[in-house]
């Protein structure tokens, strides 16, 4: 099943339609997009919008994300996708972040090591 079709059939199942959805959702998706959705003219919403949408739906937002073709591991994933993605716009969005990272993608373990040591972060592996 799609994600279009799965949030066909839970629309249709608890009677909402894309205002209803939206609204639901504390303003995080338009019903426009919602709509879109649902066509399934829309394959590849961002994680935030997927969370609105869940929200808006009033469904779980891990069997969401399956339907949109994630997979989600459970809390023993240190990187689960949302936080990941998250992560990802903090670095491209700021070029302090661009930066730090670049250099520590340069680093040996032993570097990396270091350097998080310097940053007083803990953790072994």
């Given at each position: 099943m799609t994600l279009a079709e799965y949030v066909d059939q839970v629309m249709t199942q608890k009677g909402l339609d894309a205002v209803k959805v939206a609204k639901a959702s504390d303003g995080?998706?338009?019903?426009?997009?919602v709509r879109k959705i649902r066509r399934g003219q829309t394959l590849n919403p961002?994680?935030?919008?997927?969370e609105a949408?869940?929200?808006?739906?009033?469904?779980?937002?891990k069997t969401l994300m399956k339907f949109a073709g994630a997979s989600l591991k459970g809390p023993e994933d240190p990187w689960p996708a949302p936080i990941?993605?998250?992560a990802m716009q903090k670095i491209v969005s700021s070029p302090d972040f661009t930066v730090i990272v670049k250099e520590l993608m340069k680093l040996d373990k032993n570097g990396l090591r270091k350097a998080r040591q310097s940053l007083g972060a803990g953790g072994g592996e």
């Open positions: 995080g998706i338009s019903a426009n997009y961002s994680i935030p919008l997927l949408l869940a929200k808006g739906l009033g469904e779980d937002f990941l993605i998250r």
